[in-house]
C-alpha cells in the first residue's frame, strides 16, 4: 500500500539551529516527491520536490531535502531556522496526479 | 496573479443539511483537485479534475459527497445530508497540466457540522 510516514508530530527547535524533518514513504513505483507548508488559516505551500535527477533538491525559504532510494527516505532540512518557519509540515508522495500526504510534523521555534 | 480560492472560508452547518463549496482555480490550469483534511490530519484526496472531466472520484467517502466543473474552470463540493464526521477543512488545488505538475493549493473551507 502507499502511504507516507512522519515519524515525529512535534519539533522544537532554538531559532538559529538546524532542522530536520524526516520522511519515509512506500510506494510501488518511482516517486514524485514534495514538501509543502502550512501555516495557521493558510493553505499549503509548496517548499520542493523531486521528480528525478540530482537527489539533493533545494527549495524556497532556504530548505533542501535528499531523495534516498535505499531508505525510501526524503528529509527535509535548514542550517538555520527562523522564527517565520514555526508551522506544520507536510511530506507528500505522487504518481501522476494523485498525492498522498503524511500526517504532518508542527514545528514550535523557540526565541 | 491570483491563486487558487475557496468560498466560503468558514461554513456552519447543522446535521443533514446540504453544503456547496466553492473552489476557482487559477486561471488556465488544467487539472483541479479535492482533498480533505481532519484536524490533526494530512490532506486526504478526493477527486481530481481535467477540464470539465471528472477522471477520478475514488476518494470521496459516500454518495452524499458530489464534485463538480461544468465548463472547466470553476468547481463545487457538495455534501449532502452532512454528519459531524464531515467536518473538516476541505482543500482545493489546481495544477498548469494533466499530470505530474506541481499543486497550488487554496486556503481550504473550513466546515464544521453540529
Known amino acids: 500500500a502507499q502511504s507516507v510516514t512522519q515519524p515525529d508530530i512535534h519539533i522544537t527547535v532554538s531559532e538559529g539551529a538546524s532542522l530536520e524533518l524526516r520522511c519515509n514513504y512506500s510506494?510501488?513505483?518511482?516517486?514524485?516527491l514534495f514538501w509543502y507548508v502550512q501555516s495557521p488559516g493558510q493553505g499549503l505551500q509548496l517548499l520542493l520536490k523531486?521528480?528525478?535527477?540530482?537527489?539533493l533538491v533545494q527549495g524556497i525559504k532556504g530548505f533542501e531535502a535528499e531523495f534516498k532510494r535505499s531508505q525510501s527516505s526524503f528529509n527535509l532540512r535548514k542550517p538555520s531556522v527562523h522564527w517565520s518557519d514555526a508551522a506544520e509540515y507536510f511530506c507528500a508522495v505522487g504518481s501522476s496526479y494523485k498525492l498522498i500526504f503524511g500526517s504532518g510534523t508542527r514545528l514550535l521555534v523557540r526565541p | 496573479g491570483a491563486g487558487v480560492s475557496q468560498s466560503p472560508r468558514y461554513k456552519v452547518a447543522k446535521r443533514g443539511q446540504d453544503v456547496a463549496l466553492r473552489c476557482d482555480p487559477i486561471s488556465g490550469h488544467v487539472s483541479l483537485f479535492w482533498y480533505q483534511q481532519a484536524l490533526g490530519q494530512g490532506p486526504e484526496f478526493l477527486t481530481y479534475?481535467?477540464?470539465?472531466?471528472?477522471?477520478?472520484k475514488s476518494g470521496l467517502p459516500s454518495d452524499r459527497f458530489f464534485a463538480e466543473r461544468p465548463e472547466g474552470s470553476v468547481s463545487t463540493l457538495k455534501i449532502q445530508r452532512t454528519q459531524q464526521e464531515d467536518s473538516a477543512v476541505y482543500l482545493c488545488?489546481?495544477?498548469?497540466?494533466?499530470?505530474?505538475?506541481?499543486?497550488?493549493f487554496g486556503p481550504g473551507t473550513r466546515l464544521l457540522v453540529l
Open positions: 488545488a489546481s495544477s498548469l497540466g494533466p499530470a505530474g505538475e506541481t499543486q497550488y
Open positions: 523531486y521528480f528525478s535527477g540530482d537527489t
Open positions: 479534475f481535467q477540464n470539465e472531466a471528472q477522471l477520478d
Open positions: 510506494y510501488g513505483a518511482t516517486p514524485y
